[in-house]
């Protein structure tokens, strides 16, 4: 076998000094002689003595009625491009490169195949399913190895004839009887006809391995089998554990939507509340906002005004301001020419002055009182909205954004309330300052009047005698006409203790 290697070897490479020819429709109208190549049933494509030979398969689609194909001695490496031939009945492939099997699937009234002398080592499983009509097959001289590669070949019920000398295979002890157990349809085996004798040999020699091979197939199938079993059961184990657990997430997914529902509805709730605190906290910001203005204009009402008047009488009026705004209080000032009502014009400044005062310390206390609840309801309603936020922390979204913007908008507001209440302390300072400069001129008018007293007491003990003091009458009307003059802070004392 390997001189018959050797010989191909040398042959393959005499093949490959020549030339290549390939498959035209000049060629095959030459060769055939026919006008259509339609018409053609028997093509000759042997190179064994040309000087050329065929390397591929191609332009035979033409040749439809073909039936008997050669195309022993050329340089094929494979078998393609022959599914057009589907009333081929004979193909000859000897003596080629050919590796594999192939391109065969259609031809299904192929009855004779000459793969000999080739490179083919595998049988395909196919081919006794494809090639039913299949009764002559020629292997011999290729590379096959195995005998259960051709044992594949049982299921072909009309091959009659088989070619398998000149392989590794035939050359192991007892292949002939092999072949002949499993392909029993066989009349001839390596152009050796086929005895009873040789059938009852095989039968005998292989049927009891073949039993036990048939045994230890279904022993490795029932494994298999228990195997899978078990891994059935397993999966479906895992599938209710699964569905199990899939019930779970979907009874706690639905938990967790009511939670979710009840959650937008408590922090509905608490922005309505806050909404509402936040209003609250507005109309105290409008309170101060208008106790601001109308200390304001009280602090304009006490550096306008003259301090003390002696001689004009003050009375609590509602009217508009002489000065930019309405305040609820603003002075008339009635001249009076009686000498009595003097004492009792002193007295009233300081009293109004001092239920002025009092009236704005209520305000401010008021106001105060007012800014302590706002900040309580403040710290309540930030409470209970950080309570809401925490608990609607897992809940990402619109919710989230919102708590954020209301907490943005909070912490203004209280910037904005500290800001009001630094504010409300220095009007409150003031406020003080301005009582306490209240008392000082209170003080100091009282001490005026006594000073007046004294004067006038002094007037009245004067001597009428004296020359001095011949025109009484003038002389009083022009002390009335100084008394009746302003004694502002500003006058000196030396002039006050005259008066």
């Known amino acids: 076998m390997e001189e018959q290697r050797e010989v191909e070897g040398g042959a393959d490479s005499q093949d ?3 030339g290549i020819r390939y498959i035209t429709e000049e060629l095959l109208l030459k060769l055939t002689g026919c006008r259509s190549l339609a018409l053609v049933r028997s093509l000759n494509l042997s190179s064994s003595t040309a000087d050329k030979h065929i390397k591929f398969i191609e332009n035979l689609h033409v040749c439809q009625r073909l039936q008997v194909l050669n195309l022993n001695h050329n340089m094929i490496q494979r078998m393609e491009r022959l599914n057009a031939l589907s009333q081929l009945r004979e193909l000859q492939l000897a003596h080629n490169h050919i590796q594999r ?27 006794g399913r494809k090639l039913r009509s299949l009764h002559t097959l020629h292997l011999q001289h290729n590379l096959i190895t195995s005998l259960y590669e051709v044992s594949r070949l049982r299921s072909l019920s009309s091959l009659s004839e088989l070619s398998l000398s000149g392989n590794p295979a035939s050359a192991l002890p007892h292949s002939r009887l092999f072949l002949l ?18 059938r009852g040999h095989a039968l005998q020699r292989f049927n009891t391995e073949e039993l036990e091979r048939l045994q230890r197939e279904v022993d490795s199938s029932q494994s298999e089998l228990s195997r899978l079993q078990r891994e059935q059961q397993a999966a479906v184990t895992r599938l209710n554990q699964q569905e199990a657990t899939n019930q779970t997430l979907i009874a706690q997914t639905q938990t967790q939507q009511h939670t979710h529902t009840l959650l937008e509805r408590e922090l509905h709730t608490k922005t309505q509340l806050l ?15 208008e106790l601001e203005q109308e200390l304001t204009f009280y602090k304009l009402d006490t550096k306008l005004s003259p301090l003390p008047p002696c001689s004009i009488q003050e009375v609590d009026t509602v009217a508009e301001s002489p000065y930019i705004g309405k305040a609820r209080h603003i002075r008339n000032m009635i001249t009076s020419t009686r000498r009595n009502s003097s004492s009792s014009s002193s007295s009233s400044p300081s009293s109004l002055q001092s239920q002025k005062g009092s009236n704005i310390h209520t305000d401010v206390g008021s106001s105060h009182l007012l800014l302590e609840d706002s900040r309580r309801q403040q710290n309540t309603a930030e409470a209970e909205l950080l309570q809401v936020t925490h608990q609607a922390a897992p809940q990402p979204g ?11 908008h909070r912490q203004e507001a209280l910037c904005l309330l500290l800001s009001k209440l630094s504010v409300l302390e220095q009007l409150r300072d003031e406020a003080d300052e301005t009582g306490r400069q ?16 004294e004067l006038e007491t ?16 003038s002389a009083g009307q022009g002390f009335h006409s100084v008394k009746s003059l302003p004694l502002d802070k500003g006058c000196p004392a030396t002039l006050q203790r005259t008066l």
Request: overall charge negative; hydrophobic content about 25%; charged content about 35%.
């Open 16 to 18: 490959n000094r020549g």
């Open 101 to 127: 099997i192939e391109g065969l699937e259609h031809l299904s009234s192929l009855q004779h195949l000459n793969l000999s002398h080739n490179r083919i080592d595998h049988v395909p499983s196919w081919l």
């Open 181 to 198: 157990y499993h392909l029993r349809s066989l009349d001839r085996l390596d152009d050796l006809p086929v005895t009873q004798e040789e």
């Open 275 to 289: 909404e509402k605190t936040t209003a609250e906290l507005t109309r105290a910001f409008h309170r101060l906002y």
């Open 398 to 408: 619109a919710e989230h954004m919102k708590a954020e913007e209301t907490k943005t």
């Open 438 to 453: 209240m008392d000082r001129q209170t003080e100091e008018s009282r001490r005026t009047e006594r000073e007046t007293e």
């Open 458 to 473: 002094q007037l009245l003990t004067l001597d009428t005698s004296d020359p001095q003091h011949d025109t009484p009458s």
